[in-house]
């Protein structure tokens, strides 16, 4: 017996997210999920006339087979992941965590080749501009312990914030989208942190439910080489197996020139993985009214309300910047009171004050509008 929450994911999933039609190809990454969810979704699937293809994952298989991979095993199969991912119209990732550091003994250099020859050319080079895709997490007790909550609380928790009404948030993202069409110079301040940039003309792109669950977020890019400042990030970060704290990154004309955190050592070496990582290629704004606290996943953490993400490494194709790489680190500032507060200014205006819109234009955005 299945709980009936999955069902109304599943159609959040194939319905809403990436829009499933009769005939098109969908295919099911499942890493350590129950296979009563992976059966709803594909009986989804079916109902609505869709061709399924489903890999089942294990994170800790996954961790072996990098362990003693080289080139050739991840480029094989690379190569054979992107012959099955240019055969689908959409993608639904679905990640399970029973260990959140499993990778974390995995040599940089495997990790590095993983990027370099399956994930980058499969995910970031081709099933991110060309696919309908949405990337989710499932519950686990793992999960529920990151979030110091109860494994039932956390599952009540997660269906909520998955299952809300996107197209009530989708309506209340467009004021947001069209003052940030509007902006040139954009600034960023805080406890530790002045960070200014230009946005202009970078296209703006809302995320209402389409491409994560959960989601909440409206993003766009840094025009390339006008980041300057210092931003200190106060969200922990989980990236590559390792947990990051304290994360302090100094820039210079789009650059990270100086780069600190609770393993230093480990946070340049992923800003040294290509020419592109000490670049941005993302800022976003969080609004989602479920999520309100950061709990180590970065699909719930950049989507808390009254924080930003601002993301060493690859830029979006719908808001291009041109900076390319096989690093996309969503670094997560929260800036409610909790936090230490903080301000952001639209060419000149505060528009947001302590993780508060504070212009009538955009307050239909704060928490107790969206619920």
């Known amino acids: 017996m299945y709980d009936p929450r999955m069902r109304k994911l599943a159609d959040v999933l194939i319905d809403h997210s990436v829009r499933l039609q009769k005939g098109e190809t969908v295919y099911i990454e499942a890493f350590d999920v129950p296979t009563e969810m992976v059966e709803v979704l594909l009986d989804k699937v079916y109902e609505v006339g869709g061709v399924p293809m489903l890999a089942l994952r294990s994170a800790r298989l996954l961790r072996k087979l990098l362990i003693g991979a080289d080139q050739k095993t991840l480029s094989q199969i690379g190569e054979v992941e992107l012959v099955k991912m240019k055969k689908a119209q959409a993608y639904i990732g679905m990640r399970g965590s ?87 110079k954009v600034r960023i301040v805080g406890p530790g942190t002045d960070l200014s940039f230009s946005i202009k003309d970078i296209p ?43 994360v302090v990154l100094k820039f210079k004309d789009g650059k990270v020139v100086e780069a600190t955190s609770s393993d230093t050592e480990s946070l340049n070496v992923i800003l040294d993985t290509d020419e592109g990582a000490r670049y941005v290629g993302e800022f976003a704004i969080g609004v989602n009214p479920f999520v309100n606290k950061a709990m180590l996943d970065t699909l719930f953490d950049e989507k808390i309300a009254g924080s930003i993400h601002f993301t060493p490494g690859n830029a979006y194709q719908e808001a291009d910047n041109g900076n390319k790489s096989n690093v996309h680190w969503d670094l997560v ?10 301000e952001i200014y639209f060419d000149g205006l505060l528009v947001r004050k302590d993780g508060r819109f504070v212009i009538d234009e955009l307050k239909g955005l704060n928490p107790e509008n969206l619920v």
């Open 204 to 246: 703006v792109v809302k995320c209402d439910g389409e491409r994560n669950i959960p989601d909440g977020e409206i993003y766009t890019a840094p025009v390339k080489d006008s980041v300057n400042g210092t931003i200190s990030y106060n969200a922990r970060s989980l990236y590559q197996g390792k947990i990051f704290e304290n």
């Open 98 to 184: 029973y260990n959140i550091t499993e990778n974390s003994d995995v040599p940089a250099e495997k990790t590095d080749m993983f990027m370099k020859c399956w994930s980058g050319p499969v995910h970031t080079e081709w099933r991110v501009p060309n696919t309908k895709w949405v990337v989710l997490r499932w519950p686990t007790s793992s999960m529920a312990q990151q979030a110091q909550m109860s494994t039932e609380g956390f599952e009540d928790f997660y269906f909520d914030t998955c299952t809300l009404d996107y197209s009530k948030m989708s309506k209340a993202m467009d004021p947001l989208v069209s003052v940030l069409e509007r902006t040139d």
């Open 333 to 342: 500032l929260v800036q409610t009171p909790e936090w230490g507060g903080g």
